[in-house]
Structure formats: C-alpha cells, structure tokens
C-alpha cells in the first residue's frame, strides 16, 4: 500500500468550472493545498495527449512544492510520464489490474467503487484506496446515483485499504457520513466554488477529521 489513512482525509479534485481563468484555477489548486488538501487530483476530461501533459506537469510541480501527492485522472501514460504520485481510474475506464501492472509497484492506483463486489475486487487487482459514492446527489456527476450509508459501511469494513467518500459532499452533510469507517472525503464543489478555497479547506479538514475511522 502507497497511501495511509491519514493522507486521505481531505481529497481534493479540481474543476476550472469556477475558475476566471488560468491563473485563478492554478492559485485555487494551490489554495486548496495551502488549506490542508493532503491529495489532489488533475481531473481535465476535455484536454488529451500533449495539452494534457502539460498541465500534468505543471500541477505535479505544483503539489511537490507543496507537499500535496499528485493523481492523475484517467491516463497512466500521463501519469508516468509528469512524474504524478498516481492514477485515478473508474469502472469504466483502465481496468485496475491492468492500470497497476504499467504503473508498477510504487506508484499510488486508486479506483471508484460503489459496490462491496468492485470495492473487493480493485482490492484485489492493487488499488491503494478507495473512491466510493456518490455519498450524496451531485452535479459533478448527474448519472451518479447515490449509495447508502450501509453499503458504505460495508464496503469499508470488507477492504483493507483506505476508502474516501466522494459525490454531493459539502460543510453542511460531511458529519452524515461519521460512523461509516472512512478515511476521508472527496470534494470538488465543497472546494473549488468557494470563494477562499484555502478557508474551505481548512474547515474541511477538520470536519472530515471527526468522521474518519481510527488509523
């Protein structure tokens, strides 16, 4: 396992939806570590291959100086070659077995879940951790449904490795998911539509330190 308990209580991931421009979406990001985002990942579903790893780069650079671990979504290739912490893939994307075996042993491989047969199964396959959800209803996501509190629970009492809750969650329902075994939340709105990312952060964190399970 390349990631602990600990490092996932505050997942960040990024969408420029609420970014004037570049250089705003660079400051939030950075923000968003600064406020005690201790995992960020690079989620750009509209750019690819050369423009993609530019912004990888950029943002590997960034979460180095800032003692925050890298994922990419999606492309291992990229992942590799920006010199990313990891790789973030979905059921439909990169199968996890698959994902783990070109990107070796060392780099982080986390994968979405949203079943205890998945969770099991990415597991299995060398997944570092857990993305499970959607916790609650998301615009981020409108074909992702949400899951119950008890498959939640199932899913983090049947793995072995860390398990972050991701989908609709914000300031205000964060303390629903307390008792549930995570080890963090995943946030995208929660952060980066706020006006002070690195304020929301802050208070983020420390919320979602009251609803993790024991390292």
Known sequence: MNITGRQMRLYAVTDRAW??????????????ADGGASIIQLREKHLEGDALLAQAQRFVALCRNRGAVSIINDS???ALKAGAGGVHVGQS?????????????EKILGVSAHSVEE???AQAAGADYLGVGAAFVTGTKTDASPISRETIRAITAAVEIPVVAIGGITRDNILHLKNCGLDGVAVVSALFAQPDVKAAA???RQLSEKIARED
């Open 76 to 78: 291992v290739e990229i």
């Open 93 to 105: 994307d990169l199968e996890a077995g698959r994902a783990r075996q070109a990107l070796g042993p």
């Open 202 to 204: 802050a208070e983020l």
């Open 19 to 32: 970014a004037a421009d570049e250089n705003a979406f660079w400051a939030q990001v950075a923000a968003a």
């Open 119 to 121: 969770a099991l199964r």
